[in-house]
Structure formats: C-alpha cells, structure tokens
C-alpha cells in the first residue's frame, strides 16, 4: 500500500477519534454542572459543622462532608466514612474506608476521624445529639491533647464506648454535625476550618464570586462519585425577600434545581410540576415539615398561660385562614406528627381540649413577634395584626435559642418559625427540639431529660417519656403548632431526584441524569 494513503488513512482515523472524544465530552459537559436555588449569600467561612442552627447550612455542609454513617432513603443505617460498624460489648468498632481521600488525594484516617470527634466535644456546639455524656461524661474536654475515656483510634478504625445511649450512637453520628473534617484542613491553634476545599464529602468548596454564588468541585475519590451524577455545582443566591424566587429562577432557566428549603408555597410548587411534568422532575416528602410558635424566656415571664393561649390561637387561626386554600397545607395541632412515636395519646388529646378552651379573652399589651422567614413579611404579619392587633411583627435571623441577646428583654415575646419532624423516634430532632426550646425546659433539664432518655433501654418507657414532654410543652404552653407541609423540591429534566420522602436533606448526589 502507499506510504501516502497509509499516512491519510492514519490521520483520518485519528481525527475520527478526537471529533468523537469531543462530542462525547460535549455530551457530558451538558450534565456535568447543576445550579442550585440557594436561599443565602453566606461566606463560606460562617459554614461550621458544630454550630448548625439554620436549615441551608446544614444542606451545604452535607454536600461536602461526610460522616461515620448514613441513613439511607428508607430510614436504615448503613454505611459512610466507616465501611464497616460493629458493636463488641459496649464499644462500638467503625473500621474507617482505605479507599476514601480529600480532592487532593489525601486519605481520610482514623486519626481524622478522632480529631473530629474531639474537635466536636471542644467547641461543644452539637445540637443533634449529647455525645459528650455517652463518650465522655466525666469532664469537658479543652484541647486536642486531652484524653477521653470514650474514644480511641488504631491505624484502622476508631473505637466509641458508649456510658448509655447505646441505642442511638449509630443514630446521632450519621448527623452532619458530626462530619469527618481532615485534620490538615483546620487551624490547630483555633480550630476553624481554613481549607474548604479539602473535604470527606462527595463535593468540595472550589470558590466564591462577587455576588455570594458558591461552586464547588466534585470529589472523584469518594465512595458515591459516579459521573452520572453533577460534576460541578453552583449554589446561587435568592432573594430572600421575595417569596418563590427560587421556582422564579427555575422558570426563568437560571437555575435547574429547586430545593427541599425553598420557600416557594407549597401548593404553587404543587401546581406547577403538575402543569410542566415534561420538563421537570418533582420531590415530595410527607408532610414533616411543622411552622410552629415558639414562646421565649421573655414570653414565658411577661405573659400568663391563658395569654400564651389567646396569642397562640389567634396566630394560628390568622395564618390557618391566610392558607386556607393552600393544598400543600393543612391546621396542626400537634407538634409531632398524628400517630408518629412522640404523638399524643387519646387521653392527652382530651386533657388538652379542656386546657385549650382556658385561656384570655383580650390582649392589651404589645406582643413582639420574631419571624424567621423568608420572603415578604407581609403574608405573615398582616394577617396576624388583624387577628392582634398588638403585635409588632419584624424578621428574626435566628432561633432565640441560638442567638445571643443582651438581656431577655430584648428577646421577643414569640417566635415563629417552621422545622421538620419525624414519625418513628428520632435521637437528632429530638435533642435538637430541646436544644432550640422548642419543648421549654431549662438548660440543666433538658441535659438531664435526654441523659435518662437516651440511658433507658426500654423504649416503651422512652415513647411514653416523649409524649408526656411533648403534651407539657402544649399545655404550658410553650409551643404552638401551626400548619405543617411536605418538603418539596424540582429539578430540570434530564436530572431526577432521588431523595427520601422521610426527611428533609437534599444530598445532591442523589439527583442522576441516565
């Protein structure tokens, strides 16, 4: 054959190859980057692990962390950082994955894993949970360098003996709060994160623009990479003071993903994935998510218990009729779901009726109203002003709980705001219900309620337990819930969501393409 023809057959093959690598690789491009509605313009470093109190904060770190264990769609352990779990005696043995590393390579270790867990008990920021009296109840740890009793390290897995709380260790440490963070990624001497972009989750932080926008990287190392999934995301900011504007994004093309923690009305959302089914996917939860009025220390000392009730069913009654005609809404008056594990009993029920019906007939005093929303304030506050007109309503940023004020004078009366709860029992939205007030006991009683309710292997006698808090913190009452709703979220086809319809996260490599 010519030397010639051999050299253009060479080529022409050659040529084939690169036009084809490349239409694949435009192919790829197309579902390699997903850009996300994202209610906050938050510098990545204000992003902490241990200090979650806000529900996107908790959606960007479970993106990019990672912890021991997972639950998993259906509500089951299984496995995370940790390939293996096991329980020899009263310790619990988590043999740490070989195979896991940080975007550069790096391997995540047991000692990465102890330093976390340690880091954690320091900054004593958990709110999913009392780690600290099942590992470590004898003293308060302060540095790195102290030993606790509870926790130990070998060159393939980290060891938990549990002083209690045995059945809801697995539990709590699949919670966020209790993300592997690489040792070499924070500042020693402070203990802040430095480096965001070294992670053990399936993303990675790789910048920050002008305009709040977050990208962050995929991680090919971890155990759920796999290049169906975003090979890019970009967290973009809403304006938080315009209601659905994430579904106005979404409509727009801006962005492809609508969250579970977009404050688009449920219905709307409801509506529109049921007039564009061609061209998104939707996600519906049960209906776990509960708005709720929460009364502070101030509320508690300035009004009667038959004030708290009058304000409390008159906000209720004044949003209930607001969203009357709200399909994805509906009157709560339990803060746990109806028939769920910490659902009131029958009896409760009744006593509660009679107690209800207890209450003042009029309000004089000014009540301050603290709302946690986003969005305009007006679809709150105007409907309550005209069922009190004494309130005077104005944007909280944060749950009493979790804020620090001056004095309790300058806490609000009540505050409203909305959280997610559980049907079966559930260690991570119980302690943090305790932790946010929501149940109002006292800083020592809550530690000592949880402390006997975690230690108690009965769970006849934990359930019972939990119904009688939760009826006190009605008849108090302390809490008033409100309405409750599913979580829901969108996606632009060819994407599809395959999150769990029990709770609220919105792990984002659960959202494929085919």
Not at 44 to 60: A, N, V
Not at 185 to 193: C, E, F
Not at 212 to 228: A, C, F, M, P, V
Not at 422 to 441: C, H, P, R, V
Request: hydrophobic share 35%; glycine share 4%; with cysteine.
């Amino acid at each position: 054959m010519n030397k010639t023809i051999i050299i253009f057959i060479v080529a022409t093959l050659l040529a084939v190859l690169i036009i084809g690598e490349r239409v694949i690789m435009n192919s790829n491009n197309e579902f390699s980057t997903l850009k996300v509605a994202f209610p906050s313009s938050q510098k990545i470093e204000k992003y902490e692990p241990t200090q979650i109190s806000l529900d996107y904060e908790y959606i960007l770190l479970e993106n990019i962390y990672s912890p021991l264990v997972e639950i998993n769609r259906d509500g089951f352990i299984e496995s995370g950082v940790a390939e293996k779990y096991e329980w020899v005696g009263d310790e619990l043995k988590l043999t740490i994955r070989k195979s896991l590393s940080t975007l550069s390579g790096k391997r995540i270790t047991p000692d990465d894993v102890l330093f976390s867990l340690k880091r954690l008990l320091i900054l004593s920021g958990n709110t999913h949970g009392n780690f600290k009296d099942i590992v470590c109840p004898s003293f308060q740890l302060k540095s790195l360098n102290e030993p606790c009793e509870g926790i130990r390290a070998d060159e393939d897995a980290v060891y938990l003996k549990a002083k209690g709380g045995k059945s809801f260790l697995l539990q709590m440490i699949s919670s966020i709060d209790f993300a592997i963070i690489p040792k070499h990624s924070v500042d020693l001497d402070t203990l802040k994160i430095k480096d965001y972009s070294e992670t053990s989750g399936v993303y990675a932080f790789d910048k920050q623009d002008a305009d709040g926008k977050i990208y962050l990287k995929i991680n090919k190392h971890h155990y759920y990479y796999s290049d169906k999934i975003a090979q890019e995301i970009v967290f973009v900011p809403t304006d938080i003071n315009v209601k659905g504007d994430g579904l106005r994004m979404l409509k727009m093309g801006i962005v492809d993903h609508v969250t579970t923690i977009d404050q688009s009305r449920a219905d709307e959302t409801v509506e529109f994935a049921n007039q564009n089914k061609d061209k998104f996917n939707s996600h519906f939860t049960q209906k776990i998510r509960t708005s709720y009025a929460l009364f502070s220390e101030r509320g508690l000392k300035e009004f009667s218990p038959e004030e708290r009730r009058y304000i409390g069913e008159k906000i209720k009654i004044s949003l209930s009729e607001a969203y009357k005609n709200n399909k994805g809404l509906e009157p709560r008056s339990e803060f746990f779901p109806p028939l769920s594990e910490g659902g009131l009993t029958e009896p409760q029920k009744k006593e509660l009726e009679i107690i209800k019906n207890k209450q003042a007939k009029s309000i004089n005093k000014t009540v301050r109203i603290g709302m946690l929303k986003k969005g305009d304030l007006h679809e709150w506050s105007t409907p309550i002003l005209a069922a009190l007109p004494t309130a005077d309503c104005y944007r909280e940023d944060n749950a009493p709980a979790f804020k620090k004020y001056k004095s309790v004078e300058d806490e609000p009366h009540v505050f409203i705001a909305s959280t997610d709860t559980g049907f079966l029992e559930d260690i991570s939205l119980t302690s943090y219900a305790l932790n946010a007030g929501q149940m109002g006991l006292s800083k020592q009683d809550r530690v000592k309620w949880l402390a006997d309710y975690m230690s108690n292997d009965d769970k006849n006698y934990r359930v019972d337990k939990l119904k009688k808090l939760h009826f006190n913190s009605l008849a108090e009452p302390v809490l008033v819930p409100l309405m409750s709703s599913p979580y829901t979220a969108l996606v632009r086809k060819p994407w599809k969501i395959e999150l769990s319809e029990l709770y609220a996260n919105n792990q984002l490599w659960r959202i494929k393409h085919d």
